[in-house]
Structure formats: C-alpha cells, structure tokens
C-alpha cells in the first residue's frame, strides 16, 4: 500500500511539473519490499567484522573456554575500520558482537565472558560502543551480529537461555543508537564448554529460539531494521546458499513465507515466491572469517574481488565483505589495500554512463505518456522509470549514441518497489549497420550489470523478453570499463598444454615461450599452447586502445610430465598432485600415520638438481614443515640427497624451492616428515623438479 502511494506521488509529481496528459501508474506486481528492505538494498556494499577471542587462538570457532584475558587488541582502533570502509565505498559496517564462543565485544551485564574480564583497556572498554561512535563520524550505518549459539553459556539449550539471548538483544538494540541490520547465523547447536559442562548439546533451531516473539521485540526496539536469518523463521533477508561470494544470475527477490528452503532457492530465490526475501552475498576478503597470519598471503586478488562485485550487486544481491580484524584491533594494511584497489577499479569502471541523456525511444509505452517514456530510464532518477501497458510482456528500448561508442558493461535497474517483474532480456549492438546479440540474461531486479568482450556500436538495443507483468526500468547504464592491467596466470597441465588467464576475461594476450619479452609483435594468445620439455613462459595483457600493457608474468616449466606416474596409491584423485593446477590438492588422509611418501616414476632417467613443492591452497591442515627428498634409479635403492624444513611455510604457504647437486634418477620420492599443526596430515597441490 505504502508502495502504491509512493508511485502515485511520484507520477502526480512529475505531472505537475510536465503537464503531461493524466496516465494511470500500474499496480504492484506481487510480493513488494518493506521500506527498510528497501533502503538496506540501496546500501548495496557493507563490512563484516570478525573480532573476538578467536583472532588470539587462531581458531574460526571458540570452544567457549578459551580466558577472556587472551583478549587485547591493543592497538584496537575502530576509527581506522570505518575509514577504511567508507573510502572503499562501504555504507554500513556489521559487528560481530558475539561470535559462537559466546565472548561479547561489549560489557554484558548478562555474561562474565565479555570484554570486561579482558586485559584489553584494563576491562574498561566497549568495542560496540567505540564503532557506533566511528559510525557516526565516519557517515556508515551500524549492524550487529548475535550468535545464536553460545558455546560458553551454562544455560545454553535451555529456556533459560531465550532470556539470556533476549536480554543481549535489549542492551545491544537499546544502547548504540540505530542498528541497521541483525545477523542471527545458522550454526546451532553441538559441542562446547556451556559453563564448563564440555558436553554436546543439540536444540531444534526451527523451535528453541521462538523467533516470532524474538523478531517482535527486535522490531519494537528498532523499527527501522532488518533481520537476517540462516538458522530460523524466515526473515527480511536470506544467504544466498554459499560463502565463496556468488548469487546466482537468475535471483529472485522472493521466497515462500515457509515451507522447506532449498540451496537451490537460496541461490535463485523464488519467481513464484510469496514473500520479499532479497539475497545478501557474505564473503572474506581472506579464506577464514578470523584473522590469522598465515592468510597474509591469501588476501583476495583484485581480479577475485571484481568477480564477488559483479556475482554480488551486478545480479540482485548486496555484498557483505569481511574483514577479519587482527591481533593489534586493525584492519590489516594488506585489506585495506585491497579493498581501495576495489574501490578504484569500480570507479573507473562506472565513471561515465555512455548512455545517460542520450536520445531514446521504445517499443511501448504506457499510455503514450511522457512519465513513463524511455526517457525515464536514462534520466538518472531512480524514482522514474519507463512502464508499457499492463497487457505488454515484452517491450524495447533503443539508446542511439549518435556516434561510434565504444563499451563493455550493461546495467538495469527495475523499479522494485512495485515488484520483481522481467523473467528474461538480452543485449544487441548496431555494429557496422547489423544488430549483434551482446548478452541473453535473466532476471534483473533491484540492479543487474552484465559484463562482456567490448565493442563499438552506434545503438544499443535492450529487449526484454519475458516478464511477469509490464516492465517497469528505473535506470539503465552503459560502461566502458577499463581493462584490469594485471600480469596474466600461468598454468601448465600434465599433458604440457599452455593455459594464460588475464584478470578480465575480455583482455589481449601476447606471450613468447623463450624467454623473451612478450610485446603486441609477439604470438597472440588464441587458446591453450601445446609444449614439451622445458619451456620459459612469459606473458603480458595488453590494451590495444591505451596501448598500455601489464607487467610481465612469467612461470618456467622443467621436463614434460606427460609420462610421470604417482606410484602405490589407488585414489585417483592423487594426480592434482601434478596437473598443474595450484587449486586442486590431494591430502594423505588422517589414517595415514607421518612419515608420509609420495613415490613418483618419471618414466626416464633424468638429471635432478632440485625439486619444488607447493602445499593445497584453500585449507589449513597437511602443511609440511619438515621433508626428506630421496631418488632412485631402479626404484629399490633409494638415496636421500636432501633434507630440512620449509621454513616460514605457515605464514607463506606459497611455493617452496630446494636445489642440489644434480643426481641421475628416474624415482623421486617427497618424505613429509611433519606439518604445520604437528598431526599426521599431508597435503600437496603440486610437486614439480628442477633439472639440469
Ligand atoms: C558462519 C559462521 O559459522 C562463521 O564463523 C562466520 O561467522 C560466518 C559469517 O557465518 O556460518
């Protein structure tokens, strides 16, 4: 209702200022999003905070019993954290001011186990306290996240419990101002200290919290919040099925108010769905949610951080990125980085809408009346939109340029507040006088933005295919983002194909194979490059229209690999081990006791000078400090000709190179000796040699 009488003011509005001839606006087309939906949407790009005793034990979930002393960031500065979030163009930052372990950031009067029997600040500090106050200077709205699960809590699983947790909500939703948004996570439930009691305690996470009455008081205490919820009732907002930093292109605002919810859903939505659920894509900017030295190196690359952008608001979501806090209170200068590297990348990309004022026409439009013109959706006011009659589906819009443009990005908006509406649309160019398909999507929603190879067109023709009732297109953009100038990847498989991957799907690539600088004279990339043998790849991505090239990457490959075998282990899953690929990993397996071996027949004698070893890159577990290196000509005598440790492996957990005197072999043998976290387990991504 509220929705309705919004647009109504709005086209009253706008025809009191045109004088256009009178046109009715169309009624909401199904579920619509509540106010505050609606301005949480428009954030569009908010922080998580991981903090707790956890950054100081290293561990991702406390146990609960871990002393509260082990707590001091002493450097602890939340006014760093909202700078560093407003210049990466953040609008909010989320707290998790209780993480499972049940440690709350602030001094509880329900919990001894908070900040106050910390060492930090001598007991006397409130970090929810100090973030409100930075929020506030800062212009950036404040959430919170209240683990459900409290694994320190002597009460947790009873209903003593609800009061406790009750009570948390009433000093966190009273004491620190608006709160814009309360994360509630799923984890429920399982083993813990619960008051030294260290004993495994399940509830039933759809009953034990009685979230109707929870969300009640939650609402009453703030009005203008939204509640996000994985474990319980269905909430204002829904995760989107996965961590990694995707929603998926198809995304429906919608869900069904109950009723079982699938990955699947949670990654779609629902077309037919009877409640305004929008998706919130939650990532790290590192592999865990708590800070821990040994990710220093794992902080996302800027071409990974663009790909969450465009998998997250670019298709009907909000991102939620995390930084995990460090030891000293800070966010980590390698974060920041990263995250302004962001900022820039997108501001460059969307500095100039190619299409804004340009001269439009449609297909359709709603009563032949101005208000609802083409026009509308290049004005750059989300609060017009161009709408076609109630009995149109299926309508276009024709931007004409007025000139070869040259462009890389397509953006639309619909007006939401009405409903979710267009089902499927595609993307053409005029291009030397013929109309060329560009893109054939989905689902748009609040905002999608669709990236592909850049062209030069006179028009752009966007055609909306399918929609559950007239369009209505607040905003559409066109970009032409500038190539990531970013040194290209290099892998080579077992079989010695070549693969170069630049940053930005659409970049140029030049290589040579020899050595040589790569230039815009030598071979161009087209596709995997067969090689054999040794081979010095380098490689550089270059942009034809500002004649700029990256830096140059390079990777040397020792002997083709082709013929080697893993020898004595019948998982089929062991040859990640030398395919090349630093994202795939084999692991021992916990049953197999340290020292572990891997055994390899490379088919032929040959030189051995050194041999290189890279451990499994998305986990922590089977590191290996601590190594034997043998050889063998005929695979039963074997002779160790190195040994020792990788040092600084756990910090670094990059590649690891050790040379020798060259040996003639045709067996290696790599011994693990001994891991990061002394247990049993070894892992490898890859294992390579060096020869002479
Ligand atoms: C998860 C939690 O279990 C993690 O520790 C983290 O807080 C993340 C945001 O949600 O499910």
New binding site residues.
């Given amino acids: 209702m509220i929705q309705k009488i919004y647009s109504v003011i709005i086209v009253a509005a706008c025809l009191a200022v045109h004088g256009y001839a009178q046109t009715k606006a169309p009624g909401p087309c199904g579920p619509v999003p509540s106010e505050n939906q609606m301005k949480w949407q428009e954030m569009e790009y908010y922080a998580?905070i991981?903090l707790s005793t956890n950054t100081f034990t290293d561990q991702?979930?406390g146990f609960g019993e871990d002393d509260p002393k082990t707590f001091n960031p002493v450097n602890l500065d939340c006014r760093q954290w909202a700078r560093v979030c407003k210049e990466a163009g953040m609008k909010g930052i989320i707290l998790?001011a209780k993480?499972?372990s049940g440690f709350c950031l602030w001094p509880s009067k329900y919990t001894a186990y908070s900040v106050k029997n910390s060492s930090w600040r001598g007991g006397k500090g409130d970090i929810v306290r100090d973030l409100a106050n930075a929020c506030k200077e800062y212009g950036l709205k404040l959430g919170i996240?209240l683990?459900p699960w409290d694994r320190n809590s002597a009460v947790y699983g009873t209903p003593e419990y609800i009061t406790y947790f009750r009570n948390q909500l009433k000093e966190l939703l009273t004491n620190y101002g608006d709160i814009f948004e309360i994360w509630f996570?799923?984890?429920n439930g399982g083993s813990g200290y619960y008051g030294g009691a260290k004993e495994t305690r399940k509830i039933d996470a759809t009953t034990y919290y009685d979230w109707k009455n929870t969300y009640k008081l939650i609402r009453q205490l703030q009005p203008k919040i939204v509640i996000w919820n994985?474990g319980g009732d269905r909430a204002d907002l829904r995760w989107v099925g996965t961590?990694d930093g995707h929603v998926g292109e198809t995304n429906w605002s919608l869900l069904n108010a109950t009723g079982e919810v699938t990955r699947d859903m949670l990654r779609h939505g629902l077309e037919n769905g009877d409640s305004w659920v929008p998706g919130e894509v939650?990532t790290?900017i590192r592999p865990g949610?708590?800070y821990h030295s040994y990710e220093d190196s794992r902080v996302k690359s800027l071409p990974d951080l663009l790909n969450t952008y465009y998998s997250s608001f670019g298709r009907n979501g909000t991102l939620l990125l995390?930084f995990p806090v460090d030891r000293r209170g800070l966010i980590h200068e390698t974060d920041e980085k990263a995250a302004l590297a962001l900022a820039k990348a997108v501001k460059e990309a969307f500095a100039v809408n190619l299409a804004e004022k340009k001269k439009v026409s449609a297909s359709n439009v709603r009563g032949n009346a101005n208000v609802f013109s083409a026009g509308m959706a290049v004005d750059g006011n989300k609060n017009t939109y161009w709408a076609t009659d109630d009995a149109i589906t299926d309508a276009s819009l024709t931007i004409d340029f007025g000139k070869p443009t040259t462009f890389n990005r397509f953006l639309a908006q619909e007006y939401i507040r009405l409903g979710q509406r267009v089902k499927a649309f595609k993307v053409e160019g005029l291009i030397d006088g013929s109309w060329k398909e560009l893109a054939n999507e989905t689902t748009i929603g609040y905002k999608r933005i669709l990236l592909f190879p850049t062209v030069t067109a006179t028009q752009l023709r966007f055609t909306i295919t399918g929609a559950k009732s007239c369009p209505l297109i607040s905003n559409i953009g066109v970009y032409n983002a500038p190539p990531i100038l970013m040194p290209p990847k290099i892998i080579r498989d077992q079989s010695g194909m070549v693969y170069i991957t630049p940053a930005d799907k659409e970049s140029v690539i030049y290589y040579t194979l020899d050595g040589n600088q790569p230039t815009k004279e030598t071979n161009r990339y087209e596709g995997p490059v067969r090689t054999d043998g040794k081979v010095n790849v380098k490689a550089i991505v270059y942009d034809p229209i500002s004649k700029k090239s990256s830096a140059v990457a390079g990777e040397r490959f020792d002997i083709s690999r082709k013929d080697w075998k893993i020898l004595g282990i019948s998982d089929d899953k062991v040859n990640r081990v030398i395919d090349g690929d630093a994202a795939t990993a084999w692991y021992q397996g916990r049953d197999k006791k340290l020292p572990a071996d891997i055994d390899i027949d490379m088919g032929k004698i040959e030189n051995v000078s050194g041999f290189k070893y890279l451990p499994g890159q998305g986990r922590t577990e089977g590191i290996i400090t601590h190594y034997q290196f043998y050889v063998s000509e005929n695979n039963k005598e074997w002779k160790i000709v190195n040994e020792g440790e990788f040092s600084n492996i756990k910090n670094n957990p990059l590649w690891q190179v050790k040379e020798f005197k060259p040996v003639k072999a045709r067996y290696i043998r790599l011994r693990a000796l001994h891991n990061t976290r002394h247990d049993d387990e070894a892992g490898y991504a890859e294992l390579d040699l060096i020869t002479r």
Wanted: charged share 20%; net charge negative.
């Fill in positions: 998580f991981h991702e979930w998790t993480h499972h996240y683990s996570d799923g984890a994985d961590e939650n790290s949610w708590f995390n």
